[in-house]
């Protein structure tokens, strides 16, 4: 029976109710299922994935998939657990928070068509890019296998084994494609790759390195176990160590890629070559090397094609971004991750500068996110996102507030410093000790300006960084060259800019009664209330 509703805006269907409706729900993302076991075997590297739990002598594993190769999840924890005799666990997807957690066990894996069932130990809490650790360690797992697409950012907590998978591509097709992009062999191109397509990197090394000496393909390398050999160096790529007689080439490591660079030059004298589809792996890194020429090659259209998005009108609407969180004033930190090395580190860091420049500053914990969470907090004039680069950029076209990236937030936070258009995805590279480590000094000028967004004077309530880590009481010498301003406390505004503000008091109008006592019991039947 269908339900119709009379508010457009809530048009919720009847099934969203409903508990067998949500579990007969198919989830809309495409899913292929292996056929073949001799297949599965080659695609999943169950022979790698064996030696390196019995050679380690892991007991437990948990096997992290996407939605998309969820279909096999089954056969594979039963491939490893047969033959490397430990007890597999599976960590699945939700499609980003679009359904309700669905049950395990057998219900959970009819939905995929799959027979044999295993425990479903969790779902994953972020992006399926990142490695879960928070939702492993729930079962003491001692390795975690990630399946798929990988951001490859660094972990801590546990060992991680790396399965990408082999995606088909024509390496014929693609080095032909190579060659119309770029005719002239002595240009100088860095080669790119989705993670799905690096078991074909060294064919095409061997068939395009004859013909460019100016090429350089970049190397998976994520940090993961430390005994486990994650990827072959190119034979395009040597090492400082291997030239003899040469000035020392650059050695460079960014996303989980290493990639090596000419004597005296730089990332801008290149142009990259990317292999894959249109992800967020290709935007990531297409903001961060903003200044280089961008061609790319579809394996599953076999088309190629020279990027022609306008970066600078990206760079743009991310300057806009920057305005917004420099006049906001109430801050909200949303934690993107768990797994990420250094994530709590970067948050208490973010603490410290807002609180210098004088923002109040709140941390949110809520999981994968979405437009009806963030809209819950109101009283927020911007988010701060961290998470892993590939999901730090946020559109936040949909979103009531923006949503930056901590690189931003801390541009936004410096009144003296100007933003020449590099960008940073990765918030390791604002941590001490890091190539774009900025600092704070205490001499910051705390005048009021006039914001580029609104017109309007805005006032920088700064704090020195002595009392942003710590609380006093002792009396200090008023500055007295101090700028006169209005101060008004933020709730107090924010209250002020409401067109409701809630019941109206009535001071002195109402009479003063003594307690009653209330209602016992629950929401669902109180006390006082009949069957």
């Not at 960084?465 to 924010?494: C, D, H, I, M, Y």
Request: charged share 20%.
């Amino acid at each position: 029976m269908e339900v119709e509703t009379t508010a457009k805006s809530y048009d919720v269907p009847a099934s969203a109710f409903s508990e067998s409706a949500v579990i007969d729900t198919h989830l809309d993302v495409p899913s292929t299922k292996t056929e073949s076991i001799e297949r599965m075997v080659e695609v999943y590297e169950i022979e790698r994935s064996v030696q390196v739990i019995t050679s380690s002598g892991f007991n437990k594993v948990a096997l992290q998939f996407p939605d998309s190769l969820l279909a096999d999840s089954a056969s594979v924890a039963r491939l490893i657990e047969q033959r490397a005799s430990c007890k597999a666990f599976i960590l699945a997807d939700t499609s980003y928070g679009r359904h309700p957690p669905l049950p395990a066990n057998k219900t959970f894996l009819k939905l995929y068509n799959v027979r044999i069932c295993f425990k479903l130990l969790a779902f994953l809490h972020f992006s399926s890019c990142c490695v879960d650790e928070i939702a492993a360690e729930h079962a003491d797992a001692e390795l975690i296998i990630h399946y798929g697409q990988a951001c490859l950012s660094q972990t801590k907590r546990l060992p991680v084994l790396y399965v990408f998978g082999k995606n088909p591509i024509n390496v014929i097709e693609c080095s032909q494609h190579f060659r119309q992009l770029y005719p002239d062999t002595g240009i100088r191109v860095l080669v790119f790759y989705d993670v799905v397509y690096n078991h074909c990197i060294g064919a095409l090394d061997e068939a395009l390195s004859p013909l460019y000496p100016n090429m350089t393909i970049s190397t998976i390398a994520p940090e993961g176990l430390p005994s486990e050999p994650t990827s072959q160096q190119s034979s395009r790529n040597p090492q400082a160590s291997d030239v003899e007689g040469m000035e020392v080439n650059q050695c460079n490591r960014r996303f989980g890629r290493d990639f090596t660079l000419a004597a005296n030059s730089s990332i801008s004298d290149y142009q990259i070559f990317y292999i894959g589809e249109q992800s967020l792996t290709l935007r990531n890194l297409m903001m961060t090397y903003n200044k280089c020429q961008f061609s790319t090659y579809d394996p599953i259209t076999n088309e190629s094609r020279r990027e022609t998005l306008n970066v600078n009108k990206a760079l743009m609407k991310r300057y806009h971004m920057i305005q917004r969180a420099k006049d906001a004033q109430i801050v909200g930190i949303v934690v993107g991750t768990l797994g990420v090395a250094d994530y709590l580190k970067i948050i208490e860091r973010l603490k410290k500068v807002l609180a210098i420049a004088g923002k109040k500053s709140y941390v949110f914990v809520m999981g994968k996110l979405n437009v009806a969470k963030l809209a819950n907090f109101l009283e927020i004039d911007v988010f701060v996102l961290v998470s892993c680069p590939e999901n730090s950029l946020i559109d936040s076209k949909e979103f009531y507030k923006p949503v930056v990236t901590p690189y931003e937030m801390e541009i936004a936070c410096l009144r003296t410093q100007e933003w020449t258009g590099d960008y940073v995805t990765d918030f390791h590279e604002l941590l001490p000790g890091k190539s774009i480590n900025t600092f704070w000094t205490d001499d910051n000028d705390d005048s009021p300006y006039i914001s580029l967004i609104t017109g309007k004077m805005q006032h920088n309530y700064k704090s020195s960084a002595k009392e942003a880590g710590e609380t006093s009481t002792s009396l200090v010498q008023r500055n007295q060259e101090t700028t006169l301003a209005t101060q008004q406390p933020l709730t107090a505004e924010f209250l002020a800019s409401r067109s409701w503000q809630g019941l109206q008091q009535n001071l002195g109008d109402t009479p003063v009664t003594t307690a009653v006592e209330g209602r016992r019991g629950i929401a669902a039947g109180y006390t006082d209330e009949g069957e």
